[in-house]
């Protein structure tokens, strides 16, 4: 009992130094969890692209992708085991963040770690799954078959690996929207009743966040948009189900 009573007030007297090496820390454990996640996933390098080169396969004339340099197919295997070394460490790094943001949440709310790395977890594959499976092939649909098929597309392997990373991890951290609105509300700065009540300002932010971080298309963003907003939506019935959970200001650690 001293020892956490303890450990709460060094929580309340921590300094902007104290959250910087907090912060610090919890950078450099991540890392370790990404080194790890990307040395297993290099090893299945070859496995891991070919499965993602399914969704463009049946666009290329000749079956598969080219590359222009020496150095080329190496490179897009080494960044392929980066993004899943991202996503496979996923819950480790959602971890981190729980224990650098936990100081700063009243005590009932710090039992809540599991659910924040279970749900943060579950929506980051979701949106990296829906970019697989759903806005790749809706996107390229829509870009290969765009003026007529004469033309033939040569797809570079660089150029295409960065293009689906782009869409796996944006996806995966746009998906994460109602756990960031959660986060926002157990510390004080949003309500339920402000995300509803700017909610078509919300909507507008969004849609230019889709434009930024998505190709500069218009299926692109709409694929990116649609989701966001549903995801907006259900941020805010997370919200509202944390400020009922919410103690009173005196039950703060």
């Known amino acids: 009992m001293e020892t956490n009573q303890n450990e709460e007030t060094l929580d309340q007297n921590m300094t902007l130094t104290d959250h910087l090496t907090e912060l610090r820390k919890r950078i450099v454990y991540s890392l ?7 040395a297993v996933a ?5 496995e891991l692209f070919d499965f993602i080169r399914k969704p463009i396969e049946k666009y ?4 598969g992708l080219v590359y222009t340099a020496p150095m080329d197919k190496f490179v897009a295997h080494f960044k392929l085991a980066i993004v899943a ?14 224990k650098f943001v936990a100081p700063g949440l009243y005590k009932n709310e710090r039992k809540y770690m599991t659910s924040f790395i279970t749900i943060g977890s579950f929506l980051f ?19 290969f078959s765009f003026g007529g098929d004469q033309d033939k597309p040569m797809i570079t392997i660089d150029h295409y690996m960065d293009f689906v990373s782009q869409f796996a991890l944006m996806f ?14 157990m510390a004080g700065l949003v309500s339920q009743k402000f995300l509803i009540d700017k909610g078509r300002y919300a909507i507008m932010i969004l849609a230019l966040i889709a434009a930024l971080i ?40």
Do not use: H, R
């Open 125 to 143: 594959f979701s949106g990296v799954c829906f970019s697989y499976f759903v806005a790749l092939p809706m996107t390229f649909d829509f870009l």
């Open 42 to 46: 290099y090893d299945y390098s070859k």
């Open 60 to 63: 290329l004339p000749a079956g």
């Open 85 to 98: 070394g991202i996503i496979g460490s996923c819950p480790f790094w959602l971890y981190q963040l729980w």
């Open 214 to 253: 998505t190709p500069p298309d218009v299926m692109s963003m709409t694929i990116m948009l649609v989701p966001m907003i549903a995801l907006y939506y259900i941020g805010i019935l997370m919200v509202g189900f944390v400020q009922k959970k919410k103690p009173n200001p005196e039950a703060k650690a």
């Open 172 to 185: 995966g951290v746009s998906f994460e929207l109602p756990l960031i609105l959660t986060l926002m509300a």
């Open 32 to 38: 370790y969890a990404l080194l790890v996640f990307t």
